[in-house]
């Protein structure tokens, strides 16, 4: 069975997940950076478009923690944090 799309507030859709390249079918998650190679993952609560930049179109997020705090990001960084691979790709300093 194909994983199905749950909203977790009002202001998720599948479309703005896909505006904003977020998966759509699983549990959002912030990776908050500790010392060195260590990343905490936090389960995302809620979030919203707390602003838009032109020329480019990037939006930056405002996002709920469960753990109460709210964190402000770029939406293509919150984008990255979603795979699999983010930890990896921050500790190679982006390269492959």
Same mark, same amino acid.
């Given at each position: &069975?194909?994983?199905?799309? *749950? ?11 896909? @505006?904003?390249?977020?998966? #759509?079918?699983?549990?959002? %998650? #912030?990776? @908050?950076?500790? %010392? +060195? $190679?260590?990343?905490? @993952?936090?389960? *995302?609560?809620?979030?919203?478009? /707390? +602003? /838009? ?12 923690? *469960? $753990? ?6 770029? /939406?293509?960084?919150?984008? !990255? &944090? !979603? ?8 500790? $190679?300093?982006? %390269?492959?």
């Amino acid at each position: &069975m194909a994983a199905t799309f *749950v909203p977790i507030s009002e202001y998720d859709s599948k479309d703005l997940r896909k @505006e904003l390249d977020l998966p #759509y079918t699983k549990q959002l %998650k #912030y990776m @908050e950076h500790k %010392k +060195g $190679n260590t990343y905490v @993952e936090i389960q *995302v609560v809620d979030y919203e478009v /707390a +602003g /838009a930049y032109s020329p480019s179109g990037m939006k930056s997020l405002t996002v709920s923690l *469960v $753990n109460g705090r709210k964190v402000r990001i770029l /939406a293509p960084f919150f984008s !990255q &944090m !979603q795979k699999s691979s983010f930890i990896q790709d921050m500790i $190679n300093g982006g %390269k492959e």
